[in-house]
């Protein structure tokens, strides 16, 4: 009997974790308003592909959103710049996703 109990805690903390991790993964997609059109960016998609979420959030998740120092702080590069170089610069060394305007921005 203590067994089963051993085991029946152990899956219902592993369980429980699982699903604070699932439901603290952020948003499937996020908007980003620009003047050249709005980008929709798949983050949940992003999220299979990197293995540390500070690939993206250098200051890790807790620091906020990017619009928070981005465009804000005179010590941080502007958003766009930051996205730019971030997400092309990816895309490139990948050799996958999108690197021209059009493709990201929709008017």
Known sequence: MKRFITILLAVTFLAGGALIAFADNGPAEVKLEA??????FPHQA???????????????????????????????PKAKDAFH?????????????????KDCHKK
Do not use: I, N, W, Y
């Open 35 to 40: 003047s050249m059109g709005t980008v929709t």
């Open 85 to 101: 170089k971030l997400c092309k610069g990816c895309h490139a060394d990948k050799k996958s996703g999108p690197t021209g305007c």
């Open 46 to 76: 992003h999220q299979a592909l990197v293995a540390d979420c500070t690939t993206c959030h250098h200051k890790g998740v807790e620091a906020g959103t990017c619009t928070k120092c981005h465009g804000v702080d005179a010590a941080a």
